[in-house]
């Protein structure tokens, strides 16, 4: 049984506490905020045990093994090797660094610790994404020479003092959103990149939306897309030389419908065990089980290679956060 104890009691943090009530390998044994308030109103919602008023408490105790890293972007390095500098494994939220500088000293301080540290990349081990990733390596689709994903959203006009619009949290939606569509095209026509050009509109320093288009060496194209004030449809396409496959939630799909050449369709249900953040939860317990320091899915080397390459975005953008000085 791993004992996870959740920093920040934020709206994601809410989605991993209800999730690994349904995860049997795992508990959640403590919370932690800056506010004894926040914590003790979290700790009661979800019948918490302990609860902390700060990070450093959490890290020092013996109430845990692993913790979930749920604040700020910005927050990420120094709450993540706080807890690897302590023995705890660490579940990190995506994007899992602002910038790739800090995810090489993350996972410094995780392998100088000894202990397990993975981008909470929920997306990558859902059904849907395995399933696709299956139909793809057999072939029906075809060679791959196309994916287009869409993560666009709005926030309402009371929500602009979030985070999402502040450089230094790492804001914008190359970030907070469009990780997944970056990760996304990576899965499915891999890292042999000869180009990529980006349009983005950036203000106050963030970008609210950001088109990205990756030409690759076989002659695939990505076409992927983020924004944080304007609503796009988030599905996204795989296509291949014998057909493509529509996936109405292109990241983490739950429904997949091939469509082939010959005029043959198919529709796939890979519905979540919850609401999705299961899977992630149970693979990250199996890793510690299994003694591994990093996950054989959601690498070291795919959080640094998705990393570099927003920061490659970022410079082409003009977009520069203080954790870059």
């Given at each position: 049984?791993?004992?996870?104890?959740?920093?920040?009691?934020?709206?994601?943090?809410?989605?991993?506490?209800?999730?690994?009530?349904?995860?049997?390998?795992?508990?959640?044994?403590?919370?932690?905020?800056?506010?004894?308030?926040?914590?003790?109103?979290?700790?009661?919602?979800?019948?918490?045990?302990?609860?902390?008023?700060?990070?450093?408490?959490?890290?020092?105790?013996?109430?845990?093994?692993?913790?979930?890293?749920?604040?700020?972007?910005?927050?990420?390095?120094?709450?993540?090797?706080?807890?690897?500098?302590?023995?705890?494994?660490?579940?990190?939220?995506?994007?899992?660094?602002?910038?790739?500088?800090?995810?090489?000293?993350?996972?410094r301080c995780?392998?100088?610790?000894?202990?397990?540290?993975?981008?909470?990349?929920?997306?990558?081990?859902?059904?849907?994404?395995?399933?696709?990733?299956?139909?793809?390596?057999?072939?029906?689709?075809?060679?791959?020479?196309?994916?287009?994903?869409?993560?666009?959203?709005t926030m309402?006009?009371?929500?602009?003092?979030?985070?999402?619009?502040?450089?230094?949290?790492?804001?914008?939606?190359?970030?907070?959103?469009?990780?997944?569509?970056?990760?996304?095209?990576?899965?499915?026509?891999?890292?042999?990149?000869?180009?990529?050009?980006?349009?983005?509109?950036?203000?106050?320093?963030?970008?609210?939306?950001?088109?990205?288009?990756?030409?690759?060496?076989?002659?695939?194209?990505?076409?992927?897309?983020?924004?944080?004030?304007?609503?796009?449809?988030?599905?996204?396409?795989?296509?291949?030389?014998?057909?493509?496959?529509?996936?109405?939630?292109?990241?983490?799909?739950?429904?997949i419908e091939?469509?082939?050449?010959?005029?043959?369709?198919?529709?796939?249900?890979?519905?979540?065990?919850?609401?999705?953040?299961?899977?992630?939860?149970?693979?990250?317990?199996?890793?510690?089980?299994?003694?591994?320091?990093?996950?054989?899915?959601?690498?070291?080397?795919?959080?640094?290679?998705?990393?570099?390459?927003?920061?490659?975005?970022?410079?082409?953008?003009?977009?520069?956060?203080?954790?870059?000085?």
């Open positions: 049984m791993v004992r996870f104890g959740i920093v920040g009691t934020g709206t994601i943090a809410h989605r991993f506490a209800e999730a690994i009530k349904n995860v049997p390998d795992a508990e959640l044994a403590a919370v932690a905020s800056r506010t004894k308030e926040n914590a003790e109103k979290f700790g009661n919602e979800f019948d918490i045990p302990v609860r902390f008023d700060s990070y450093e408490k959490m890290a020092e105790s013996d109430v845990i093994d692993a913790a979930y890293i749920a604040v700020p972007h910005s927050g990420h390095m120094g709450c993540s090797c706080l807890m690897t500098k302590n023995g705890k494994h660490v579940l990190c939220e995506k994007p899992m660094s602002v910038n790739a500088k800090e995810a090489e000293e993350m996972f995780a392998k100088e610790n000894n202990v397990l540290l993975m981008e909470a990349m929920w997306a990558r081990v859902v059904p849907g994404t395995l399933k696709m990733l299956e139909i793809v390596k057999s072939g029906v689709l075809g060679e791959i020479l196309g994916v287009e994903g869409k993560f666009c959203y309402d006009e009371d929500e602009m003092d979030h985070h999402v619009f502040k450089p230094e949290y790492g804001g914008g939606s190359l970030l907070d959103v469009g990780v997944y569509g970056l990760n996304f095209a990576s899965w499915y026509l891999g890292k042999e990149i000869e180009n990529i050009s980006i349009q983005s509109d950036v203000r106050n320093g963030v970008d609210n939306h950001t088109c990205v288009l990756m030409k690759y060496k076989n002659g695939g194209i990505a076409d992927i897309s983020s924004a944080i004030l304007l609503r796009k449809p988030n599905e996204g396409y795989v296509y291949g030389s014998k057909g493509y496959a529509h996936l109405r939630r292109f990241y983490a799909p739950q429904e091939i469509y082939l050449n010959s005029g043959e369709t198919e529709k796939i249900s890979v519905p979540y065990a919850g609401n999705g953040f299961e899977e992630q939860i149970a693979h990250f317990c199996e890793c510690i089980a299994l003694g591994m320091k990093e996950s054989p899915i959601v690498t070291h080397g795919q959080t640094l290679y998705i990393t570099r390459q927003m920061d490659e975005i970022r410079k082409a953008a003009g977009i520069v956060y203080p954790q870059d000085n």
